[in-house]
């Protein structure tokens, strides 16, 4: 009968030979090596990260300039309350006006009538190819431009007719500027959604007996909402830091009320904190509602939805309790 091998490492063996069984023996791979050693980049990369986050939190915690007592007592003030209160209104409004102009001007493009396109394309080549702070004063100094607004028949009597300063006042120059700016870029996000939607679906609609509109309504904008969300969200977010361009013609949203506020109390730090803080606030808010809304419209989607943070840190932990 042959004598089997020990587990014991035999005699003379090579020292960085190590036995796992009963009957073979290997060197050592990568695998057997310290995590610490197999990725110094990313064990390096995370020290790093982690000095540079302890050193911003010390920063944070003991700068005396940051008066965080300053902080928290107007950050509930009335008067930066009622600035918030108008950020939104006014996110609200330029949203609206952008993506009902972004949907027209969107259909204006795909539209077979060349001057309906031609029209949509110099629309969203000029409100692209300009600043959004150049708008905002353009619409708020209207009035040097056209002094007075006028309906009536063209090249003919004039019907109504008004002062253009107290028809365009602070907030119309705000929400114009803002909402038809937006205009262009929602234009061809829809524009894009609607596309990506397979134009044999709509044949196959008008096979059945449906029209092209009802067609539309009922099967190629409902897949386009897919692709219309996610960049829609993004978009109300970028909105609502938009914003804060109107304070240059002093409409007293949440920055200008801040600005109001340091002016006369020269804590200019910790009142742009404030400003801070609530955008950070009202961004997270908008991310969480964002998200409700793609699942919504993506629960037919056949794709697998991406982890979360949290999964993603469950699944790496039971990968190190396996190894």
Not at 297 to 311: D, I, T, V, W
Request: proline residues 5%; aromatic residues 8%; positive net charge.
């Amino acid at each position: 009968m042959t004598a089997e091998p020990s587990a014991a490492r035999l005699p003379g063996a090579n020292a960085l030979e190590r036995p796992v069984g009963r009957r073979q023996w290997r060197l050592p791979g990568r695998g057997d090596l310290p995590r610490l050693v197999r990725k110094p980049a990313r064990w390096t990369l995370l020290a790093v990260v982690l000095v540079l986050l302890a050193m911003l939190g010390h920063l944070l915690a003991t700068s005396s300039s940051l008066q965080w007592g300053v902080v928290g007592h107007w950050f509930v003030n009335g008067g930066i309350l009622a600035g918030l209160v108008r950020t939104l209104y006014l996110t609200a409004l330029a949203m609206t006006i952008g993506i009902v102009g972004g949907t027209v001007l969107a259909l204006m493009r795909l539209s077979k009538s060349a001057v309906l396109s031609l029209a949509a394309t110099a629309y969203i080549w000029f409100f692209r190819g300009t600043p959004l702070l150049v708008q905002i004063l353009f619409w708020y100094n209207i009035a040097a431009f056209v002094p007075r607004i006028s309906i009536g028949v063209p090249f003919g009597p004039t019907l109504i007719s008004g002062s253009t300063n107290a028809l365009v006042t602070t907030l119309v120059a705000a929400t114009l500027g803002l909402g038809l700016n937006e205009a262009a870029y929602m234009s061809e996000i829809v524009r894009a959604g609607i596309m990506s939607v397979d134009a044999r679906q709509t044949e196959a609609a008008t096979a059945l007996g449906m029209t092209k509109r009802l067609a539309f309504r009922r099967i190629v904008f409902p897949q386009a909402m897919r692709f219309i969300i996610p960049p829609t969200g993004n978009q109300t977010i970028s909105m609502l830091k938009g914003t804060s361009l109107v304070s240059v013609i002093s409409l007293p949203e949440l920055l200008y009320s801040v600005q109001l506020v340091y002016a006369r109390t020269f804590q200019t730090i910790p009142l742009l904190v404030v400003a801070c803080l609530w955008y950070l606030v009202v961004t997270t808010v908008l991310s969480v509602g964002q998200h409700f809304v793609e699942r919504h419209f993506g629960r037919g989607e056949s794709r697998k939805r991406s982890a979360s943070f949290m999964e993603r840190m469950r699944a790496r932990q039971f990968d190190q309790i396996l190894s």
